[in-house]
Structures are given as C-alpha cells and as structure tokens.
T-cell receptor, first 112, second 114 residues
Framework: DQQVKQNSPSLSVQEGRISILNCDYT??????FLWYKKYPAEGPTFLIS?????DKNEDGRFTVFLNKSAKHLSLHIVPSQPGDSAVYFC???????????FGTGTRLQVFP | DTGVSQDPRHKITKRGQNVTFRCDPI?????LYWYRQTLGQGPEFLTY????????KSRLLSDRFSAERPKGSFSTLEIQRTEQGDSAMYLC????????????FGQGTRLTVV
C-alpha cells in the first residue's frame, strides 16, 4: 500500500529551465509534506517542507505547491542547475505520529 | 555540529550472524529515527525514539530487530539471525522537534548478508 507516490522515476531538464517534480498521496491524515534530495552514497538532505494549511512555500530556487483536494504536491526548481542532479524524495508525515512516509523517488538530471 | 554519524558505513555478514549498528544524532536533538532503504525504494520507517523512550515501531521491525537509546543520546540497532532479505541501507535521522520541522539523516550503514 503505497501512500506516497512518485510516478515519474526520472526527469531530464536543461540547465536554466524549470524542473517540476510531482508527488501524489492517498492519506488525508497527512499534515506535513517534505522534499528531500539524495546524492549517491549520502543520506537524504532536507530541502523544503509545507504544512497542510498552506498551498505554497518558497525558499530561493525551490517552491513547493500543495493541492489538498487533489492530494497532490509538486516541487519546482527554477532555474535548474547541474548540481541539482540527484534523486528527489517526497515524504509525508501523518498528524498522529512522528514518522515520515517516503515516495520511491525521482531521479533528476540537469544537463548543460 | 558534526551532523548525524553512523557506524559502520558498510557491513558484510554471513546469514545467521548478528549485527549491530550505531547512530550518534546531533547533540541537542531529542528525536531519533531508524529507516531502511532498499534499491529503487524510498526510505521505510522502522522505529523512533523521543529521548530514551521508543515511541513507535513499524510492523517491518520483526522480533529479530531491536533498537535501543539507553541514555537518550546514541542509539543502536541490532539484527539477530540475519537473512538475505535484511540486505539494505539502514539510515538514522534526528530532529529537534517533530519530524516535520526537519530531520537530518546520517550517511547510512549498508548491510550485505551473504
């Protein structure tokens, strides 16, 4: 039972353009959503989060959008840089617990 | 702040042996989490501690798995009678408050059971 889904296993974007990574979820009890970036041989690194009471959160080049009615969130990276090439994980936290439920990840490649 | 530290980074063991992993969280973080990641999957929650209290355990954590955080600082994860299906990356994370405020992950321990 995959409660957090990232249906695109990979994405390739040209440097300077926008990268859009998508995530869908099924559990309406999720109250926080987070994005993590992972390089090979390293642990995941926190990028940005959003509370379920908001629909947008922005931090520099990174913006997360939340559409609760569609149970969908997305991460926008503008402009994309080669150093952004990594695996991106969407994660959600239920309101009654302290754990994160992760998606399967999307591998982003930013080419020159 | 040296971040979350995990030891060892790699472990190869024979099926049936016991293994123990250690995690040192960021010093002022009272929450500590263990996750497991297999190839092509996202991290899967195993268990978490608030200070020394183990507050939640996943059904993935069979009776061969045990985790401790005796003084509310470092934590250990032991796997008894390892099986090939236990081969995975074991990740530890810590946070100051609820995980939604940001959890910092260590580099993980890669376990290979042969």
């Amino acid at each position: 039972d995959q409660q957090v889904k990232q249906n695109s296993p990979s994405l390739s974007v040209q440097e300077g353009r926008i990268s859009i990574l998508n995530c869908d979820y099924t559990n309406s009890m999720f109250d926080y959503f987070l994005w993590y970036k992972k390089y090979p041989a390293e642990g995941p690194t926190f990028l940005i989060s959003i509370s379920s009471i908001k629909d947008k959160n922005e931090d520099g080049r990174f913006t997360v959008f939340l559409n609760k009615s569609a149970k969908h969130l997305s991460l926008h990276i503008v402009p994309s840089q080669p150093g952004d090439s990594a695996v991106y994980f969407c994660a959600a936290s239920p309101s009654n617990t302290d754990k994160l439920i992760f998606g399967t990840g999307t591998r982003l490649q930013v080419f020159p | 702040d040296t971040g979350v530290s995990q030891d060892p980074r790699h472990k190869i063991t024979k099926r049936g042996q016991n293994v123990t992993f250690r995690c040192d969280p960021i010093s002022e973080h009272n929450r500590l989490y263990w996750y497991r990641q297999t190839l092509g999957q996202g991290p899967e929650f195993l268990t978490y501690f608030q200070n020394e209290a183990q507050l939640e355990k996943s059904r993935l954590l069979s009776d061969r798995f045990s985790a401790e955080r005796p003084k509310g600082s470092f934590s250990t994860l032991e796997i008894q009678r390892t099986e090939q299906g236990d081969s995975a990356m074991y990740l530890c994370a810590s946070s100051r408050d609820r995980v939604n405020t940001e959890a910092f992950f260590g580099q993980g321990t890669r376990l290979t059971v042969v």
